[in-house]
């Protein structure tokens, strides 16, 4: 995948998104370029952290990671998936946190932060808010026409998170 991290210079408002599907162990992050109606994705893929090592420090890892992507390219909204409701009240806690440290992190960097449900997100990517995680990667992949499937469905999630962003805008 091809990683752009210079804007272009056409003429028409050029817009930087990041759209981030928020986890601990993995979070799938997606930074596209919207400029008219064409739509380039800039790089996407997967911040990892190992289960071993103590909750502050993986917390502090995905915010450097995620700091070190808004250094390189710049974006002026993050998207982010909303917290649904999780039956285990330890991974919603954990991904609260991870939400929180994200937060922060845009409005440090003055980003337009906009919050999506999966409902939201599988509906404006699929035309259908029940579609599984096999049919928004699809999506993800025909709308951008992208060479593979991207993969895990985290990073296809994220760059639905982030088309629902461009969209919104």
């Known amino acids: 995948m091809a990683d752009r991290a210079n804007p272009s210079a056409k003429g028409a408002e050029l817009v930087r998104v990041l759209g981030i599907d928020p986890g601990i ?3 799938g992050y997606a930074v596209l370029e919207i400029e008219g109606s064409e739509v380039t994705p800039l790089s996407y893929g997967l ?3 190992e289960p071993g090592i103590p909750k502050n420090d993986r917390l502090y890892q995905v915010y450097n990671d995620v ?3 808004i250094q390189k390219y710049t974006p002026q909204v993050m998207g982010l998936e909303t917290l ?3 039956k285990n009240t330890r991974t919603a806690t954990i991904i609260s946190e991870v939400r929180g440290a994200l937060l ?3 409005k440090i960097h003055n980003m337009d932060i906009v919050e999506f449900s999966p409902l939201q997100v599988k ?3 699929c035309g259908y808010g029940r579609a599984s995680k ?3 990667q699809q999506a993800v992949r025909i709308l951008l026409s992208l060479a593979e499937t991207p993969s895990p469905d985290d ?3 994220a760059i639905a998170i982030a088309l629902c962003s461009a969209h919104r805008r």
């Open 25 to 27: 162990q993995r979070l």
């Open 47 to 49: 911040i990892s952290t």
């Open 67 to 69: 700091e070190t992507l």
């Open 84 to 86: 649904i409701f999780a």
């Open 104 to 106: 922060v992190l845009g």
């Open 123 to 125: 509906t404006a990517v």
């Open 134 to 136: 096999a049919q928004i």
């Open 155 to 157: 990073v296809a999630d």
